[in-house]
Structures are given as structure tokens and as C-alpha cells.
T-cell receptor, first 118, second 114 residues
Framework: AQKVTQAQTEISVVEKEDVTLDCVYETRDTTYYLFWYKQPPSGELVFLIRRNSFDEQNEISGRYSWNFQKSTSSFNFTITASQVVDSAVYFCALSESDYGGSQGNLIFGKGTKLSVKP | DADVTQTPRNRITKTGKRIMLECSQTKGHDRMYWYRQDPGLGLRLIYYSFDVKDINKGEISDGYSVSRQAQAKFSLSLESAIPNQTALYFC?????????????FGSGTQLSVL
């Protein structure tokens, strides 16, 4: 069965600190997709990144970076030089693939609440 | 205007009442989804629809029903609401052009069942 585990329920850092949000997944599929979504206090869900299982290259986007390691079934998310606006709940998610594409029905982790204090 | 619109934004109802949450989209996407978010539990899939004639149960469909009235509309019904259905409900869409796995979410409907 598919499962996504975000062991960190809440993290609190001071502005400008680096912070890593952990995500461990379980799946029997050889083809799958991984995602990170951000949910700020306003409540909407903001797509951050998707990664397919064949692409293990790490990715950097500004202050955000993602480390995908199939060997440990992990897809960790690092925010460098955190800012107050980064305060949000962050969800990691997993999607199966069918016929080469995703079914779109994501399995979400329980989320990590990040608080960045000034 | 939002691409994925959910109505109402907030709803308070009583146990046993029938309630419908509505979702409409202007993105032209063929797939639509209903998720439920509970504190500490993340989001869980209730139902999803690949097109107007294709509706599928998700992880937690019991107590819910859906209707895909048109490609752009996907409504979620609680036939007889109960307090443990109090949650934040999200509608989402996706399509093959951007990748079915990339979901676009509405702003959510906060439902409280008393």
C-alpha cells in the first residue's frame, strides 16, 4: 500500500535559519510521482514541485531545494535562509502512475507545520 | 477570478441534514477531485472523476456521494451529515497537458456539523 510519512509534526525556526522538512514514502510501483504542497495560514494549497521516480536529480528553486533519494525512499525539502513568509503547513504527497501517467489521486502525508519567527 | 471555485466557503449545519458542496472550474480540465482535510491527518481523497461518465471512490467515500454535472462542475453531497464530517473540503482539477498528477486546488470549504 502507498504511504507518505512526515515525521515532523511542527518545526519552529528563527528567520534566516535553514530548515529541512522530511518525507518518507512507501509504494510498490516502479513509476510514481512525488510532490510538495504549501498551505499558508490563508488555507489554499500551493503546488511547489513534482518529481517522477525516474528523475533523481536534486532540484533548486531560489531558496527551496529538494533531495530525492530512491535508496532511502525519501524526498526531503530544504528552505535556505528561511523567512517569516515561509510559515505554513507543508505537505508531501505521492501518486501512482497508470499507462505512463499519474492517476492524479494523491496520497498526502499529515503535514509539517513550519513556524518562522522574526 | 479563481480557476477552481468552491461554494460555499463556510457552512454550518446540523446532524442529519443533507448538504451539497459545489465546485466549478474554468480551466477546462477533465479530471476533478474531492479531498477532505482534518487537523493532523493531511488530505484524504473522497471521490475523483476522470470525465463526466467516470466517477471513482477514493479512500474515504463512505457517507458521501458526488455528481459530475458537466465537465466543469463536480459536487459533493453529504446525505445525512454527522459531526465527524466536520472538516475542510477541497476540490481539485488536473489534465493531461500539465500532467494529471499536478492538481490545482480550490480555496476550500470549511464545513461544521453540529
Amino acid at each position: 500500500a502507498q504511504k507518505v510519512t512526515q515525521a515532523q509534526t511542527e518545526i519552529s525556526v528563527v528567520e534566516k535559519e535553514d530548515v529541512t522538512l522530511d518525507c518518507v514514502y512507501e509504494t510498490r510501483d516502479t513509476t510514481y510521482y512525488l510532490f510538495w504542497y504549501k498551505q499558508p495560514p490563508s488555507g489554499e494549497l500551493v503546488f511547489l514541485i513534482r518529481r517522477n521516480s525516474f528523475d533523481e536529480q536534486n532540484e533548486i528553486s531560489g531558496r527551496y531545494s529538494w533531495n530525492f533519494q530512491k535508496s532511502t525512499s525519501s524526498f526531503n525539502f530544504t528552505i535556505t535562509a528561511s523567512q517569516v513568509v515561509d510559515s505554513a503547513v507543508y505537505f508531501c504527497a505521492l501518486s501512482e502512475s497508470d499507462y505512463g501517467g499519474s492517476q492524479g489521486n494523491l496520497i498526502f502525508g499529515k503535514g509539517t507545520k513550519l513556524s518562522v519567527k522574526p | 477570478d479563481a480557476d477552481v471555485t468552491q461554494t460555499p466557503r463556510n457552512r454550518i449545519t446540523k446532524t442529519g441534514k443533507r448538504i451539497m458542496l459545489e465546485c466549478s472550474q474554468t480551466k477546462g480540465h477533465d479530471r476533478m477531485y474531492w479531498y477532505r482535510q482534518d487537523p493532523g491527518l493531511g488530505l484524504r481523497l473522497i471521490y475523483y472523476s476522470f470525465d463526466v461518465k467516470d466517477i471513482n471512490k477514493g479512500e474515504i467515500s463512505d457517507g458521501y456521494s458526488v455528481s459530475r454535472q458537466a465537465q466543469a462542475k463536480f459536487s459533493l453531497s453529504l446525505e445525512s451529515a454527522i459531526p465527524n464530517q466536520t472538516a475542510l473540503y477541497f476540490c481539485a482539477t488536473s489534465d493531461g497537458n500539465t500532467g494529471y498528477e499536478k492538481l490545482f486546488f480550490g480555496s476550500g470549504t470549511q464545513l461544521s456539523v453540529l
